[in-house]
């Protein structure tokens, strides 16, 4: 199997050095950067197939390179690896593009995991599915990452558009939260969190909220819709 390649960037240096050292004895090929500006240097500079990213960086904060290395790589998992552990954090750093979120001190064994289940899903999407998804009126192209309604481009981040394809992909069918959770943030999630409603909420402020026809519909007590019809 091809070595996968992961960069970290990580101004505590025991930490980085430390994660470097135990990703290595698991057969990753991995890069280290203490600050943020060199961390974007050579994220420009080699490939890789993800990246472990601390918010509170000299150069350049983490929310910031996080955006811009979404911008330039929109599959590329994203863990955000932090101490900073309220929900508007976190909502911040989903928001900035990370796929993950784990607060210091962590469980190595834990980061592993999260590791290992992102690059499979990342592995997973280039299985043949259909290119196209729909739902009445709205269109995702996973080709061009575009998603309209009615013709109108809708900007979604990479977590909103994550979100909307799983559901895309259930149409017509109820999807739990227990279910986004594990497909969409491939992890077990806190039952005390609400992020999930928080980006239900974004989604239908963004697809449904200037249109007549309302697609996302809450199952009370069973989890979210997205309905083709009103059957």
């Known amino acids: 199997m091809e070595e996968r390649r992961i960069l970290i960037i990580e101004d505590e240096r025991k930490i980085a050095d430390t994660l470097k050292f135990g ?10 950067a203490y600050d943020g500006n060199i961390g974007k240097r050579i994220f420009s500079a080699h490939e890789f197939d993800l990246i472990i990213l601390d918010i ?7 929310y910031d ?27 911040e750093g989903y928001e900035s593009g990370a796929d993950d979120y784990m607060i210091k001190p962590f469980e190595f064994k834990e980061l592993l995991l999260k590791i290992r289940a992102l690059l499979k899903h990342v592995l997973n999407q280039h299985l043949p599915v259909g ?9 995702m192209n996973l080709d061009t990452m575009q998603v309209t309604r009615e013709g109108i481009k809708i900007n979604l981040t990479a977590k909103e558009f994550q979100l909307l394809e799983y559901m895309l992909r259930n149409k017509n069918r109820v999807v739990s ?10 992890t077990d999630f806190d039952s005390n969190t609400n992020v999930i409603d928080v980006y239900i909420s974004y989604l239908r402020n963004k697809i449904d909220k200037s ?3 309302k ?5 009370v007590g069973i989890g979210y819709i997205i309905k083709e019809n009103n059957n």
Not at 56 to 62: D, E, H, K
């Open 65 to 91: 390179l996080c955006k811009f290395i979404r911008q330039e790589n929109f599959k590329i998992p994203i863990i955000m690896l932090t101490s900073m552990s309220s929900l508007d954090d976190k909502v």
């Open 23 to 32: 990703l290595t004895e698991h057969g990753y090929h991995v890069e280290v």
């Open 211 to 213: 249109f007549d026809e």
């Open 215 to 219: 697609l996302i519909q809450t199952q």
């Open 177 to 186: 939260r227990a279910d986004i959770a594990i497909n969409v943030w491939d």
């Open 56 to 62: 509170n960086l000299p150069g350049i904060n983490g």
């Open 131 to 139: 290119n196209i998804l729909k739902a009445r009126d709205l269109i």
